[in-house]
């Protein structure tokens, strides 16, 4: 079996595969912590259902917090006798960076043009709703573009709780109208529905810009479901799209490990 490990700066997915099916996923705090204390939950994680960890013949990790990584490579040692491979510079990806400087480019943002192109071919955009909320391009011959990064959905709500002194902190869900008749339902207007507008014209701008009117868009990330699923410009919503990345980033790797 292989763990995969998505560290965000908000949350961490994991997820174990067999082969090529998932068995099984998680999604944990990313916290700072000691090493112990994070093999602690791994562990636990795999107790919980059933799996043996003995069982883990690699563990592929790709991060966005980079104090992080000592911390984990050590818990990965220690609970399951093995150095990660993480994914950075020097890894086969099978994807062309056509960026100004490659290695400005986070991890996740590359491992999910990895598995976006291997699912659905190209050219293909990604939107990662994550604590940022990211727009990735890949073209047709499977070379990773460029993109855009905007302030996360989270970010920008509490923005508005801390920044402003009489708006209250709200549940993040869609409103029945636009037309807010409360402050609640107002803020929950302008930020689900502007995000929706944010997207939509977003994904239309890479269209543009590839001259692939047709490009495939896949969306994922913690709040992808709630922004996408209203988007008329997204055609699939893969919330392992980043486990999935790890998994084929593996598979190129593993006659080198």
Known sequence: MILVIDVGN??????????EKLKINWRV?????????????????????????????????????????????????KYF????????PGTKTG???RYDNPKEVGADRIVNAVAAYHLYGGPVIIVDFGTATTFCAVNKHGEYMGGAISPGIKISTEALFTKAAKLPRIELDKPEKAIGRNTVSSMQSGIVYGYIGLVEYMVDKFKEELEEPDTFTVATGG??????????????INPNLTLEGLRIIYEKNKSDL
């Not at 908000?10 to 082969?19: F, K, Q, S």
């Not at 093999?39 to 980079?66: A, H, M, Q, Y």
């Not at 006798?81 to 950075?88: D, E, I, S, W």
């Open 81 to 88: 006798g093995l150095l990660p491979l993480v994914v950075g």
């Open 223 to 236: 709040l992808g479901r709630l922004i996408a699923s209203q988007c008329k410009n997204i055609n699939a």
């Open 95 to 97: 994807v062309n960076i």
């Open 29 to 77: 705090t990313t916290r700072q912590q000691t090493s112990d204390e994070l093999g602690l939950i791994l562990k636990n994680l795999f107790d919980c259902e059933g799996l043996d960890r003995t069982t883990v013949s690699s563990i592929v990790v790709c991060s966005v917090v980079p104090p992080l990584m000592p911390i984990l490579e050590r818990a990965c040692e």
């Open 10 to 19: 908000t949350n961490t997915a994991l997820g174990v595969y067999e082969d």
